[in-house]
Structure formats: C-alpha cells, structure tokens
C-alpha cells in the first residue's frame, strides 16, 4: 500500500505550509512521515508547493488538474502511485496513529475504500482508496462535483464506526486537523513532554 500526504492546501487561515508547523519536538509533516515510513514502502506528497518538500525522501508531485481541492489531490496520489490501494491523510494532521492505520489497511483486503465515521461523519483525509477508481473520480472532478463523500455509496466501501475508532482513540484526535492558530496552541499543549 502507497501512503499519500494531501499538501495542497491554501492554508488561508494558518498563513503558512501547515504541514511545517512546529508541534514541540518536531514538524507535523516529520512525524506524519515517521509514521508513513513504518507503514508503507511508497510515500507520495502531493502538493503545489513541490521546491518546500525537496527535503524528503518521498516522490513530490504537484496537482494533475489544478484547483480542484482536496479531491483532485487524491485523484492525483492515486495516479502516481504503484499499488492497489494508497491510504491518504491530511498534512495537518498531528496525531494520526500507526495501529489504526494498520487496523484500516487490514480492512482494505476486502474492500476498495476504508473510511473511518465519527459522530460528526466521514473522514474522508483519513482513508484508503483503491486505485481502480481513478476514472470515476476523474468524472466527478470534470462534474465539478468535488465532495469527496460523493461516490462512497457506488463502490465496495468499508465503513469503520466509531466503537472501533474509539478502541483507538477515544477523543477522535486522530482526526484533528490544525487550521488555526488556536488549533496550534491546543496541539502544542497536548504534545507537551511527550513522543508518538
């Protein structure tokens, strides 16, 4: 399975490349990747600043059809990639957690997408997506149909609830995301003093 970082974003509310925000002892993007590395043999970066990430040792490459959010990042990851199934998360995401992860691609042997829900519904950054798919979600982003969720319902999709997810986590931070500078602050404090 290919591991795939969504960095395309516009980090209009952060200001900056959300996935270099220092959370204490290390970037969100080096402890996503610490992860990665002990779960997948490819890890694909997908974003529109690709000279920001030439440091890592991960194929960088930029959106296949521009503007189309977060959606046609994962069309793009999933057309660079070499396997069956590539699991995507988001660059902001600092508490994503390795044995959910492999609980998720363990899922993924019999289904060709792997969603966790949670009380607030679909986390559709976090997770795995079969390749085979790329032609329908390329016809979503020609509709101008950009809602990730859109096409869960036509295909093979596993949907873990949230007494497994809670198993794991059970405040659901694995999900959070840091949009602001608030959501930094609280990352921080939650860090403090501590190792993934």
Excluded: W
């Amino acid at each position: 399975m290919t591991g795939i970082i969504i960095a395309g974003g516009k980090n209009t509310r952060m200001g900056r490349e959300k996935a270099f925000l220092d959370i204490g002892t290390e970037r969100i993007i080096d402890r996503i990747l610490s992860i990665y590395g002990d779960l997948f043999d490819e890890v694909i970066i997908v974003t529109n600043n690709p000279l920001a990430y030439g440091e890592f040792d991960a194929m960088i490459v930029t959106d296949l059809i521009p503007g189309k959010g977060a959606l046609g990042g994962i069309y793009t990851g999933l057309f660079y990639s070499s396997s069956e199934h590539a699991f995507v998360a988001a660059c902001d995401m600092p508490f994503l957690n390795k044995d959910f992860i492999r609980e998720m691609m363990r899922h993924a042997e019999t289904a060709d997408i792997v969603v966790p829900r949670t009380p607030d519904g679909f986390q559709p950054l976090h997770a795995i997506y079969a390749r085979k798919y790329l032609p329908a979600i390329k016809k979503l982003i020609r509709a101008g149909e950009l809602k990730i969720t859109g096409f869960y319902g036509r295909k093979k999709t596993d949907i873990i609830p949230p007494d497994i997810v809670t198993r794991f986590d059970p405040e659901y931070r694995i999900f959070f995301n840091v949009n602001t500078e608030d959501d930094l602050s609280q990352v921080r404090s939650l860090t403090a003093g501590k190792t993934h």
